[in-house]
């Protein structure tokens, strides 16, 4: 943003940030970065009852984020706003910085850019060198 957006601008960027505040939501438009697809394969893809996946992807929509399609009797989704993978790169790299920053601070072990995570059994994340 260049310019302070108008008030009522406001509470439009509060409602698209509120619709990708939400694990499933955001699953959803990964799986649909690569392409349309129907509540069916969403829903398997991503372990969510159909029902819920219909419930985030209304979510999505009213934030201008997917739209749909009719085929035949099923409705197909995709991506109106491809800017958001934009976005969604920013916070994970800002998201890999602040981590990062935290473990040198605790003097743990720094995960290098770039390098995939794997749990212990512990549940706790644990770098992996590449």
Same mark, same amino acid.
């Given at each position: 943003?260049?310019?302070?957006?108008?008030?009522?601008?406001?509470?439009?960027?509060?409602?698209?940030?509120?619709?990708?505040?939400?694990?499933?939501?955001?699953?959803?438009?990964?799986?649909? =970065?690569?392409?349309?697809?129907? +509540?069916?394969?969403?829903?398997?893809?991503?372990?969510?009852?159909?029902?819920?996946?219909? =419930?985030?992807?209304?979510?999505?929509?009213?934030?201008?984020?997917?739209?749909?399609?009719?085929?035949?009797?099923?409705?197909?989704?995709? +991506?109106?706003?491809?800017?958001?993978?934009?976005?969604?790169?920013?916070?994970?790299?800002?998201?890999?910085?602040? +981590?990062?920053?935290?473990?040198?601070?605790?003097?743990?072990?720094? +995960?290098?850019?770039?390098?995939?995570?794997?749990? *212990?059994? *512990?549940? =706790?994340? =644990?770098?992996?060198?590449?």
């Amino acid at each position: 943003m260049s310019a302070t957006p108008a008030p009522e601008m406001i509470d439009k960027i509060v409602e698209r940030f509120r619709a990708l505040g939400d694990a499933s939501r955001v699953r959803l438009l990964l799986h649909l =970065k690569s392409g349309e697809r129907n +509540v069916a394969e969403l829903s398997a893809a991503i372990g969510l009852a159909q029902p819920s996946v219909s =419930k985030h992807l209304a979510v999505l929509k009213q934030a201008g984020l997917v739209e749909c399609r009719r085929q035949g009797t099923q409705c197909v989704y995709s +991506v109106v706003d491809r800017s958001i993978f934009d976005l969604c790169a920013v916070v994970c790299d800002s998201v890999m910085r602040h +981590v990062r920053r935290q473990n040198q601070a605790l003097g743990l072990t720094v +995960v290098p850019a770039g390098a995939s995570t794997k749990r *212990n059994v *512990n549940g =706790k994340t =644990k770098g992996i060198r590449s």
